[in-house]
């Protein structure tokens, strides 16, 4: 409507309304619908000044835009009297430009949407008869029959040059602009789309629940993507299926008059995503392929070297000292690749459903000691000290007891061994919530942990533990993933709390038992 045929057309209109009301000025003012202002297209006898005032009129403004606001026509018999022009500054270009009384008639579609308002203005204060006011509706249905261009030619080249599908919906879910774009990705002329409920665009299946959201989103619509979090899909005109990022945009009153829809065909993002994922996942696979295969064929030599081992210790007469040291330095590599080597079978068979856990009485007081008492000594070889607290007539836990040795020594070798802390503490107590659970806590006193390296402490391979030159530290990454699991599996949970220079506390959380064990 703003091409010069269309603006001779409504000048037309215009100067019909202002003669049948004997009104002196008058405008007419269409909704742009990227800004939801109402904006002069049209008008006769106003000054620059009240023209600049007006160039961009929002909902509840004086008399058109509280029209705007109501869908009703608005009539002030007397500006100077009237409370829509209460505020000074606006009386004052009315009371300026010579205007003393006003109506404002919306221009609403067939769709109940608006789209503009109609007003004729007035040097005296009056009110116009009913037939003057009846001929304001013809000429505002006549407005109102004919093809409008809602979106002016330059604007409606910058939305067919966007690189997504933009359509605008009316407040009854009817589409009432479809760019360039929205016709490539849909399959659809524009005609065909145009008047037709959006929900052609959505498959058959998900309709009826879009209707539903549709309407619950007009209740409040507010500018957000949709369905954030799910995975859209959008229908295109050969049945085939789209999936799709969408964005809502109400313009307009505040009911939102148009909803802008902004699509982005994302079929090329979930391809990729899907191809990372399955190659993730054959990797994945791959690791645990491998690893199964090195540990099956390093268990048995291993398991000899260390029971050699053990029988030579045996001998301790016999030993020099030197040849002894030796011996349990090689006992110890044993004893940690064979628990690297538990830890990843077992690994592989909680994540399978397969692993067997034994639900029985454990004194956590008496596991507690017996680990400091065995991993003391590993401890002191590293200058360190491995301490416990133990609460006073702690209950026993139900869980597994060789399950949670497990847990507890992995957490106590990592702190150990890759902290850079000077003592590790071990603390049980029962939790401080509830008497049903008890609660372990492998504390020190180290470098800490980096915020952006927490997140992954707990995946497969993972090693974030760093030395204190920043090098890695040389960790497998496969104990904490099996003491989440192995906790879990307990029905338990395993927290961590660090901060970069600060203690990193471990806490294993277990179910207590109710009675005596």
């Not at 606006?90 to 949407?113: C, F, Y």
């Not at 590599?333 to 538990?342: F, K, Q, V, Y």
């Amino acid at each position: 409507m703003r091409s010069a045929e269309g603006r001779a057309f409504l000048a037309d209109i215009l100067d019909a309304a202002i003669s049948a009301t004997g009104a002196d000025f008058g405008n007419i003012q269409l909704v742009n619908p990227l800004t939801g202002a109402l904006e002069i297209v049209a008008h006769t006898g106003f000054r620059a000044d009240f023209l600049d005032y007006f160039h961009a009129t929002h909902v509840g403004q004086a008399a058109c835009g509280t029209a705007m606001r109501e869908h009703t026509r608005v009539v002030v018999e007397d500006v100077e009297t009237h409370p829509v022009f209460q505020e000074p500054e606006l009386r004052a270009v009315m009371r300026a430009a010579g205007v003393r009384a006003v109506q404002s008639t919306p221009l609403i579609d067939r769709h109940g949407a608006l789209f503009g308002i109609l007003s004729t203005h007035f040097r005296t204060p009056r009110r116009p008869t009913d037939q003057e006011l009846h001929l304001v509706d013809v000429f505002a249905r006549l407005l109102t029959e004919v093809d409008r261009q809602r979106v002016d030619a330059p604007l409606r080249g910058v939305l067919n040059a966007a690189p997504d599908p933009i359509l605008a919906v009316d407040i009854q879910g009817h589409i009432v602009f479809a760019n360039t774009k929205a016709e490539h990705v849909f399959g659809y002329p524009a005609t065909e789309l145009l008047e037709q409920p959006i929900e052609l665009l959505v498959p058959d299946r998900l309709r009826d629940k879009h209707r539903a959201v549709r309407a619950s989103y007009l209740r409040a619509p507010t500018t957000r993507p949709m369905g954030a979090g799910l995975e859209l899909r959008a229908r295109c005109r050969d049945g085939t299926e789209l999936p799709v990022e969408i964005s809502l945009s109400p313009l307009g009153d505040p009911g939102g008059s148009v909803i802008v829809v902004i699509v982005r065909d994302i079929s090329d993002r979930a391809r990729i995503e899907a191809e990372r994922k399955s190659e993730r996942a054959a990797i994945d696979q791959l690791k645990d392929d491998l690893s199964n295969m090195i540990i099956h064929d390093l268990k048995n030599p291993v398991n000899g070297i260390a029971m050699t081992t053990q029988a030579m210790l045996r001998r301790t007469d016999e030993l020099p000292d030197r040849l002894r040291r030796g011996l349990l330095t090689i006992e110890q590599a044993c004893g940690e690749m064979l628990r690297l080597t538990h830890n990843l079978l077992d690994i592989a068979k909680m994540e399978a459903g397969k692993m067997p856990v034994q639900e029985e009485a454990v004194d956590l007081g008496q596991l507690v000691a017996d680990v400091v008492r065995d991993y003391g000594p590993v401890a002191e070889q590293q200058k360190k000290r491995l301490v416990a607290a133990v609460g006073d007539s702690l209950p026993f836990a139900m869980a597994d007891t060789d399950l949670v040795r497990r847990v507890l020594v992995n957490l106590v070798v990592n702190a150990i061994r890759h902290s850079g802390a000077d003592h590790v503490r071990i603390e049980a107590q029962t939790g401080a919530a509830t008497a049903a659970a008890l609660t372990m806590r492998v504390m020190d006193n180290g470098r800490g942990i980096a915020f952006d390296d927490q997140a992954r402490m707990f995946e497969k391979f993972a090693s974030v533990r760093r030395t204190a030159s920043g090098q890695p530290s040389g960790d497998t990454g496969l104990g904490l993933p099996f003491c989440k699991l192995a906790v879990e599996r307990m029905g338990g949970s395993l927290a961590l709390a660090s901060a970069p220079g600060f203690a990193t506390v471990f806490s294993v959380t277990l179910p207590a038992r109710s009675g005596p064990p």
